[in-house]
């Protein structure tokens, strides 16, 4: 066996199951499960009826590169929501649909790190574990970049010691942040660029959750930061898309990653080999989403009432504030996670995760102790409901 799995952490829902063993919740109170990032608005109906319509092709094998009907849909939607009028994005060369980001993040690092000692990926921490799992099976160090309220929950690039960024071959952002909701800056995004340049790496943008926010405008893709920094075939970049938080059809597994034409010769390469094909029919159903923003716009006006309902609810007992984006909450609580969350879903049915078990810990300690993620993909009531029996947990109610 490959002696890098012995250096994967177990995943963050094996250890909740294991912390909620032997409680018994009240039989009265239904369960709310808020510790999964797992959408749960209902499909929109223009992706199933376009899926049904097609399920005829699946009598055929899908090729690795995908219908060019997809890349184009997908390339226009990152035109028409992230870049500037003159920008483009060439979808023969610098699109490529994946089954789901969850697979391209761990397949994109396997493709594209180097194994030779001392071989670094870094990566926020917390974070997305996948992140760091690729990383240990390609043979690389993570680096943990701590997102603290002191960051303003981005990861500091300047806390990296050169000799580090020197090492490194891949940095993995997150914007909006998973669990924080953080987004990054164009000047930010623009100086990891510079430092990409300088140190020779690569940069792998999560933007998973770039169409959930709550401002006015959509968080900055990294494909914006490059071409206007001039780097108009997005050299050294490459994002990452997905369907399951846009478009709340998780079980799809659709997506696509996006960037330096370059990287994505050598990826496509890769994933010949991978096996990882998109069924024609989930590929034209997915052309059909990325096409269109209205119902993006509706889901995304769900979570803002899930925000706006809840937060009223929970600031006056903890240390909580509206994120830039993603639908996460993340509160630091002032006592410890693990605990709170063991005996909230004694006392209420109630399921949460521990920011502990998000984060690493090292010589600054665990940046995810004394917090908990709160997944706000319930119904808005649900959410309301929730929020009503945490503080009834917390007041002794």
């Not at 929501?81 to 969850?102: C, I, K, Q, S, Y």
């Not at 959509?218 to 108009?232: I, K």
Request: aromatic share 8%; net charge neutral; with cysteine.
């Amino acid at each position: 066996m490959n002696p890098a799995l012995d250096q994967l952490r177990t995943y963050p829902f094996e250890r909740l199951a294991a912390l909620l063993a032997g409680n018994r919740p009240p039989a009265s109170l239904p369960h709310i499960g808020m510790s999964i990032g797992e959408p749960r608005h209902p499909p929109p109906r223009l992706v199933l009826d376009a899926l049904a319509a097609q399920l005829h092709r699946l009598g055929s094998y899908p090729a690795t590169r995908g219908l060019a009907a997809l890349r184009e849909s997908a390339a226009a939607m990152l035109q028409r929501r992230f870049l500037p009028p003159d920008a483009r994005v060439d979808a023969e060369t610098m699109v490529l649909p994946v089954n789901g980001t969850r697979e391209a993040l761990f397949s994109f690092v396997q493709a594209v790190v180097a194994p030779m000692p001392g071989a670094v990926v870094c990566m926020p921490n917390p974070c997305y574990q996948i992140y760091e799992g690729a990383a240990l099976l390609a043979g690389a160090q993570p680096w943990y970049l701590d997102t603290t309220a002191a960051t303003r929950f981005v990861p500091d690039l300047d806390a990296v010691p050169p000799a580090v960024w020197d090492r490194c071959q891949l940095l993995f952002l997150c914007s909006p942040g998973n669990p924080t909701g953080a987004a990054l800056s164009e000047a930010y995004l623009r100086h990891a660029l510079e430092l990409a340049e300088r140190h020779d790496f690569l940069i792998a943008a999560d933007e998973c959750y770039a169409e959930l926010y709550l401002g006015a405008t959509a968080p900055v893709s990294l494909l914006r930061a490059a071409w206007t920094a001039g780097h108009t075939r997005y050299q050294r970049c490459m994002v990452f898309h997905s369907l399951s938080k846009r478009s709340s059809v998780p079980g799809l597994r659709s997506g696509f990653v996006a960037g330096d034409p370059e990287v994505m010769n050598r990826y496509l390469l890769y994933r010949t080999y991978h096996g990882c094909a998109m069924p024609v029919p989930t590929q034209l159903a997915s052309a059909v989403a990325w096409a269109d923003d209205a119902h993006v716009a509706e889901n995304r006006e769900l979570y803002r009432q899930k925000f706006a309902a809840v937060l009223p609810l929970l600031q006056p007992l903890m240390n909580v504030a509206l994120p830039d984006g993603a639908f996460y909450l993340w509160p630091d609580l002032g006592r410890d996670d693990v605990e709170f969350t063991r005996a909230l879903h004694a006392a209420q049915n109630l399921t949460i995760l521990p920011g502990s078990y998000l984060a690493r810990a090292h010589d600054g300690g665990n940046p995810g102790q004394g917090r908990v993620r709160i997944s706000l993909v319930a119904s808005v009531d649900e959410c309301v409901s929730a929020a009503l029996r945490i503080r009834d947990f917390m007041t002794g109610n």
